[in-house]
Each structure stands twice: as C-alpha cells, then as structure tokens.
C-alpha cells in the first residue's frame, strides 16, 4: 500500500490506478502460478486454466469433475459421497454452537424481510376496446447457488443466496461448496439445512460452475448460477453464460472508502482490512482530502495488520491492490471513487447523505461512521453478493429479481386488431416481411386466394 497525491501523479494517472482490470486480464501471485505449473504442468493463464476445465466437465462429467477436484482441492470423491448425507447434516446440528445458529437465524429473519419487499409482481391491464395487457413474472425453475469455501467458510453466503431465491419461488434449488478434507464446515450445513436446501454437492471452483451449467449423471444442470467466488470461480461463472444464466461477476472483495478530516484513521483502517483478508486479490482502498488521515491511516494499517490471524492473506492483498489517494478536494474524491466502481463503498464524512446522491457506480453504499461494511455482510438485510471489478457500472446487486423472469401477455379483440390493422400492414411492409402483414390481412377477412 502506498500513498499517492493527485496533485504530483496527475487526475489521468490516478483513474488509471483506480479502474479495474477486467476478468480475464488479472493475473495470479507468484505462488499460485509457481503451484498451478506443479499440478498442470505449464503456465496457463487463469482464463485457460477456466477454459481447460470448464470444457473437460462438459464433455467428460462426473470423471472430470472427481479428477479436478483431486488435482485441485485434494479430496476423493465419488458418486456417493459428492452429496451431502442426512448423516451430514445430522452431524453438522450436534457440533455447531447454539448461538452462533442463533445469530444466523436472526441474520436470516433480517434478509428475508428486506428482500420481501423487492418481490415484483405480475400484472395484466384493460385497454381500448376490451384487449388486455400484461407482464407475468416466475420464479426459475431450478437455481444453482455457489457458496465459496477455498480459504474461508461463508455460511452467510448460504443465507444471501438462498433467501432472495426462497422469496421469489425457485422451484428447487441446488447448492455446491469446496470442502477441506471432504468435510462442509457445519454453519455452511446448518444454514441450509434451516433453509431447506438439502441437494449439496462438495465441489468448488471452476469445475463445480461448469458441473452445473451443463448437468453430469449426478449434478442436475440448472438454469441460473448465482453466487461469488474467487477469480477462478467467476471466470468460469463468465465462461458458461449463455449456456446458463448467471447473476453477474462477483469476485474478489473490494472496499473503496471515501473519507474527510471527521474520519476515524482507526475505523478506516479496520474497514480495508476487513475486504483484504478475504483474498490476495481483494482490493482496499482510501480516497481523502486529507494528507494527515491518509498518513495516520497507512500506520493503523500496518498497526492492525501485524495481529491478524489472516495476515498472510491480508497483507499480500493490501501490498498488491491497497491504495491511498490524496485529492485536491472531495469534488475530485468523489470523481475518482465514480471511476473505480467498487463494490463497497463507504462514506465517512461530515455530511454523508450530502454526498450519497453523488454517488453513481458502487455495489452497496455505507452511509456514515456507524456502518461499517460487515454490518452488511453479514446482518443488516441488504444482500452481500455484490458486483465487482468495475462491473457495478452495469450489474445490480443480487436480488428477488435475479431468481425471476419476465413474459409479456398480450390479448386483443377482433375490433382492438382492426382499429391498429393498418399500422402494422404498414410496418410489415416496410421491413419486407409479406407473412406478418399477410397474418393481420387474413383477419381482415383478406387473401380470399388462400382460403
Ligand atoms: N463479490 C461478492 O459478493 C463476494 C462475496 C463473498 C466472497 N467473495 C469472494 O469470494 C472469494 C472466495 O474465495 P475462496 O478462494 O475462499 O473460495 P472459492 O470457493 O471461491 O474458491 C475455491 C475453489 O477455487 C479453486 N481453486 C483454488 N485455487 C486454484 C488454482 N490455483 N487453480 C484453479 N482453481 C483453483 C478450487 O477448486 C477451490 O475449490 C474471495 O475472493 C472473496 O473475496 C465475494
Ligand atoms: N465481504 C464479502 C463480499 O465481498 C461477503 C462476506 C461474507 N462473509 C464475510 N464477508
Ligand atoms: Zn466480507
């Protein structure tokens, strides 16, 4: 992480330092590129590296996937353990710590009754001459929710993927989470157990994206895949669209806090390293005004950085993608925060619903000092699974919608099609499609030829 002032770097410089690079432009650590030659023999980049296994899950299935999930996360599994047993989740309800559960299901009562109120209805109207038109909203039919569990356990992902798709009436839902050693961390299970998701499947990764975007003999193929994931996983999420629907790319965490001289260096500090622990590629960054909150910031960092269990993680993500900012003001502040997009965005600011209508392009907004962004991560209601990479310049946050589709209805009498008859002749005409003004022509009683 380092420090860098608009006024010596330049505004063009600093968008550049603020824009994300896209998906398929990032690049692995040393570490991980040194450990993927290992195992596959070659330095593949990680959308090749997606590609390679997305292909060999679709047309090989199950053999793929058991070979990935060998290669990958060093766990054997089989047509009958790559499901979650009742005696799994029995098992998980009699380790777990009764308050914690407590917790999620409170967690849970506060998601279900935000996102209740994001249900879209259907709706059908009369107009001229006794037609009828409308707009029928369903739920999908069959959703796959991704869960991440590489380096940490989300059982809060269980819940803000689950809920909104329970809300709009998914017709079943199926779940799939990496394990360690074979074993689903107990919330993970607990969650959805509580939830009624019982098909869960223990693969990560890009071979479990591709497992259900094209169904083996044993994972159904589904029609929408939600949830986040590291790069690997939203590369491939990117990868099978088309083929199956996808929420939008949300990768690797990203917190952007924009921050005036009432901000707490403290607070600042311990919100950037919340994003930074979740994974090398996360990314923290701080836009002020201030030069002295920007310095007593960078110390904190550093301060609160050597006592996390995480630091590994946290550090390597603050050290590669961690940023301060100093602006000549915060009209520029707030510009360069616009650029970046991120996916949390906190404002920490003497008047912050000043600010708030200023704000164009970030996944979630956290108004003022006593918001800090795991409220929303885990308990306010609003949902976790946000945009990222920029990507919040057109995708939303998952929501009751994500799981629903759209079809129009539309029914008109004999005389509503004659009064707008002509209109469409016309049209037709004019686009040289004969068969859809003939369509029209033959209610009138024309083309006596063709009857
Ligand atoms: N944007 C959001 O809404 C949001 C929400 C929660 C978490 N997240 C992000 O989710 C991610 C969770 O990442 P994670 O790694 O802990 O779990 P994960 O489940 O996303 O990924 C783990 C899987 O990745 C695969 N994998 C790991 N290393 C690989 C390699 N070198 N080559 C190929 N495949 C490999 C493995 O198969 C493993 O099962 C983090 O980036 C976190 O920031 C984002
Ligand atoms: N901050 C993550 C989204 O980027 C969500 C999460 C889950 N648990 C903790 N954090
Ligand atoms: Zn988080």
């Known amino acids: 992480m380092n420090i860098v002032s608009v006024a010596d770097i330049g505004i063009e410089v600093a968008e550049r330092l603020?824009?994300?690079?896209?998906?398929?432009e990032l690049t692995l650590n040393d570490r991980i590129r040194q450990s993927n030659v290992e195992i596959f023999g070659e330095d593949l980049s990680p959308i090749d590296l997606v590609h390679r296994i997305v292909r060999d899950?679709?047309?090989?299935?199950?053999e793929a996937l058991f070979h990935y999930t060998k290669l990958l996360d060093h766990v054997d599994l089989t047509p009958k353990n790559l499901m979650v047993s009742e005696e799994e989740f029995q098992a998980a309800e009699r380790s777990v710590n009764p308050d914690v559960v407590a917790s999620l299901?409170?967690?849970?009562?506060?998601?279900?009754?935000?996102?209740?109120?994001q249900k879209p209805r259907s709706w059908m109207t009369y107009r001229a001459h006794g037609s009828i038109l409308g707009q029928e909203v369903l739920p999908l039919s069959r959703v796959g929710i991704y869960v991440p569990g590489g380096t940490a356990a989300y059982p809060s992902s269980v819940l803000m993927n689950a809920i909104p798709a329970l809300v709009a009436g998914?017709?079943?839902?199926?779940?799939?989470?990496?394990?360690?050693?074979?074993?689903?961390?107990?919330?993970v299970l607990v969650a959805a157990h509580f939830l009624g998701i019982d098909k869960i499947f223990k693969m990560g990764g890009a071979q479990a994206i591709a497992a259900m975007a094209y169904g083996t003999e044993i994972v159904p193929r589904v029609d929408k895949i939600t949830g986040p994931g590291n790069i690997f996983v939203t590369l491939a999420k990117k990868e099978v669209y088309g083929h199956v629907d996808i929420d939008m790319l949300a990768g690797p965490s990203e917190i952007l806090i924009l921050a005036d001289d009432s901000a707490s260096p403290q607070y600042i500090a311990a919100d950037l390293l919340s994003q930074a622990e979740h994974d090398p590629l996360a990314s923290s960054i701080l836009i002020t005004d201030d030069r002295s909150l920007a310095e007593n910031t960078m110390s904190e960092v550093q301060r609160q950085l050597e006592v996390l269990p995480r630091k590994d993680i946290a550090g390597a993500?603050?050290?590669?993608?961690?940023?301060i900012i100093v602006t000549e003001n915060m009209e520029q502040a707030i510009a360069l925060a616009n650029v970046s997009g991120p996916e949390h965005m906190e404002l920490l600011v003497k008047e912050p619903f000043h600010m708030l209508p200023q704000i164009r392009c970030a996944g979630a907004i956290f108004v003022g000092a006593y918001s800090p962004e795991p409220l929303g991560d885990y308990f306010a209601g609003p949902n976790h699974v946000l945009p990222t990479g920029g990507t919040a310049?057109?995708?939303?946050?998952?929501?009751?919608?994500t799981f629903m589709k759209r079809t129009s209805i539309i029914s008109y009498t004999q005389?509503?099609?004659?009064?707008?008859?002509?209109?469409?002749?016309?049209?037709?005409?004019?686009?040289?499609?004969?068969?859809?003004?003939?369509a029209i022509q033959i209610r009138r009683g024309e083309h006596a030829e063709l009857s």
């Open 18 to 24: 603020l824009k994300k690079k896209a998906f398929d």
């Open 415 to 438: 005389r509503a099609l004659d009064e707008v008859s002509d209109d469409i002749i016309r049209l037709a005409e004019a686009e040289g499609l004969d068969a859809h003004a003939r």
């Open 57 to 62: 899950v679709r047309y090989k299935g199950d």
């Open 105 to 117: 299901k409170k967690a849970a009562d506060n998601i279900f009754s935000y996102h209740e109120e």
């Open 170 to 187: 998914v017709g079943e839902i199926i779940m799939a989470v990496p394990t360690k050693d074979g074993i689903i961390n107990p919330y």
């Open 393 to 401: 310049r057109f995708y939303s946050v998952l929501n009751v919608e």
């Open 317 to 323: 993500s603050i050290e590669d993608n961690g940023h």
